[in-house]
C-alpha cells in the first residue's frame, strides 16, 4: 500500500517550465511502477509518463514525449516530473500514482494514487 502527496504545481506562460513531485510513504517504494496522470475539465483521465520500479525505463505519452522527463529516487521515495515547453493542452489536474509490476500509461490499472495538483498553463 502507498499514499502519494504532489506538490510543484501552479500557473505558467506558454513554453514554460514546471517541476512536480510525488512523496511517497506508505510501503516499499522501490517495488512499484509510478506514473504521472492528469485530467483536464470534461476528459477523461490520461497517462503522462511512466517509470518502472528500477528506474532504468520510461513511457511518454505522444503528446509529451521530448518536452517532460520523468524520474525517481528510491533512497527518498519521490518520483519527479520535470515539464518543459509547456502548452495550454496541458493543463490539467496531475496525480501520481502506483502500481505492482509492469508499467503502464492506463490509469485503470494503477491502485495507488494521490490527491493531485492543479497544472495552468495560460498566456
Known amino acids: 500500500q502507498l499514499q502519494f502527496v504532489e506538490s510543484g504545481g501552479g500557473s505558467v506562460r506558454p513554453g514554460g517550465s514546471l517541476r512536480l513531485s510525488c512523496a511517497a510513504s506508505?510501503?516499499?517504494?522501490?517495488?512499484?511502477?509510478i506514473g504521472w496522470f492528469r485530467q483536464a475539465p470534461g476528459k477523461e483521465r490520461e497517462g503522462v509518463s511512466t517509470?518502472?520500479?528500477?528506474?532504468?525505463?520510461?513511457t511518454h505519452t505522444e503528446s509529451v514525449r521530448g518536452r517532460f522527463t520523468i524520474s525517481r529516487d528510491n533512497d527518498r521515495n519521490t518520483v519527479d516530473l520535470d515539464m518543459h515547453s509547456l502548452k495550454p493542452e496541458d493543463t490539467g489536474v496531475y496525480y501520481c500514482?502506483?502500481?505492482?509490476?509492469?508499467?503502464?500509461?492506463?490509469?485503470?490499472?494503477?491502485?495507488?494514487w494521490g490527491q493531485g495538483t492543479q497544472v495552468t498553463v495560460s498566456s
Open positions: 506508505g510501503s516499499t517504494f522501490s517495488d512499484y511502477a
Open positions: 500514482a502506483g502500481k505492482n509490476g509492469v508499467r503502464s500509461l492506463r490509469p485503470d490499472v494503477y491502485d495507488y
Open positions: 517509470i518502472s520500479s528500477s528506474g532504468r525505463s520510461s
